[in-house]
Each structure stands twice: as structure tokens, then as C-alpha cells.
């Protein structure tokens, strides 16, 4: 087999892993995913407040991890940053820092804003239903998250 049809079979079959979240994600993650994330969605939160989440597609339950980049990742940063204090940059780049203060969020026990999961520093379907996504109300800020 030629060189380059080798790097892409091993590659091919990472990416599988990774999908089947055998590469790291929590399989309560992974199993309800509806696949990596590849946009942005306007919604309205059970709150009422409206603002983007990360979807697949449409579908807010889906999964980003280091080297995702794009809107979808931006608007993680942006809830970050202004929902939970994290200073970062919102780039569109999901990389170490973006991990790091994604994993403080999933740790948080506050009761403003409780995430309480396993803080792995993966977006995936449960983190995406309890973390508190930046919104706006009536045309101020708000933090909002899709649990009821």
C-alpha cells in the first residue's frame, strides 16, 4: 500500500475512534451525540432569554474538542468568557486554553451558575444542556442553559 493511502487509513480510523468517543470523550457524551459540531443556532432558552449555541447540523446535542474551529466554537468562547469570567480570546480556535477554562465551567458548583459534570474539557451533549450559554433578554445579557 502506498505511503500516503497508509496515513490516510490511520487517519481514517482515529477519526472513527474519536467519533465513537473511544478517544477520550465520556461515553454518556458520545453516545447521545448527534455528531461534531459544525455551526451555530439562535435559540430560545427555557428562560426566555435567546442567544447561539454550538449544533451539528441544527441539533445542539452534539460534540467539539481540541482542534475544532469555526462559529460554533466562538460562541463556546463567548459563554466562557462572559458567563463564567474566563479571559480568553474569542478566536474560533479550540485549543489548550479553550479546554482548560471549558473543563473550569463543567467543575463549577455555583449556584448561579451550576454546571457540576465531570469536567473533561469536552463540549458534548451533557455539558451543552447544563452549561449557562451567554444570551440576551429584554436587550441585556443573560446566561441561560438549555436544562429545565
Same mark, same amino acid.
Given at each position: 500500500?502506498?505511503?500516503?493511502?497508509?496515513?490516510?487509513?490511520?487517519? #481514517? !480510523?482515529?477519526?472513527?475512534?474519536?467519533?465513537?468517543?473511544l478517544?477520550? #470523550?465520556? #461515553?454518556?457524551?458520545?453516545?447521545?451525540?448527534?455528531?461534531?459540531?459544525?455551526?451555530?443556532?439562535? !435559540? &430560545? %432558552?427555557?428562560?426566555?432569554?435567546?442567544?447561539?449555541?454550538? &449544533? =451539528?447540523?441544527? /441539533?445542539?446535542?452534539?460534540t467539539?474538542?481540541?482542534?475544532?474551529?469555526?462559529? =460554533?466554537?466562538?460562541?463556546?468562547?463567548?459563554?466562557?468568557? $462572559?458567563?463564567?469570567?474566563?479571559?480568553m480570546?474569542?478566536?474560533?480556535? %479550540?485549543?489548550? $486554553?479553550?479546554? /482548560? *477554562?471549558?473543563?473550569? #465551567?463543567?467543575?463549577?458548583? $455555583?449556584?448561579?451558575?451550576p454546571?457540576?459534570?465531570?469536567?473533561?474539557?469536552?463540549?458534548?451533549?451533557? &455539558?451543552?444542556?447544563?452549561?449557562? =450559554?451567554?444570551?440576551? /433578554?429584554?436587550?441585556?445579557? *443573560?446566561?441561560?442553559?438549555? =436544562?429545565?
Amino acid at each position: 500500500m502506498p505511503r500516503s493511502r497508509a496515513v490516510l487509513a490511520v487517519a #481514517a !480510523v482515529a477519526l472513527s475512534a474519536l467519533g465513537s468517543g473511544l478517544a477520550g #470523550a465520556p #461515553a454518556a457524551t458520545a453516545a447521545s451525540s448527534a455528531g461534531w459540531c459544525n455551526g451555530r443556532t439562535y !435559540v &430560545t %432558552f427555557p428562560s426566555g432569554a435567546k442567544g447561539y449555541v454550538p &449544533t =451539528h447540523n441544527g /441539533k445542539w446535542n452534539c460534540t467539539m474538542s481540541r482542534g475544532a474551529a469555526g462559529e =460554533h466554537v466562538k460562541v463556546l468562547q463567548r459563554t466562557l468568557r $462572559d458567563c463564567y469570567g474566563q479571559p480568553m480570546d474569542v478566536d474560533g480556535q %479550540f485549543g489548550p $486554553d479553550t479546554e /482548560k *477554562h471549558l473543563r473550569y #465551567a463543567q467543575n463549577m458548583t $455555583d449556584e448561579m451558575y451550576p454546571v457540576n459534570i465531570e469536567g473533561d474539557g469536552v463540549y458534548g451533549p451533557i &455539558t451543552a444542556e447544563y452549561l449557562s =450559554h451567554y444570551a440576551t /433578554k429584554s436587550g441585556s445579557r *443573560h446566561c441561560s442553559s438549555l =436544562h429545565t
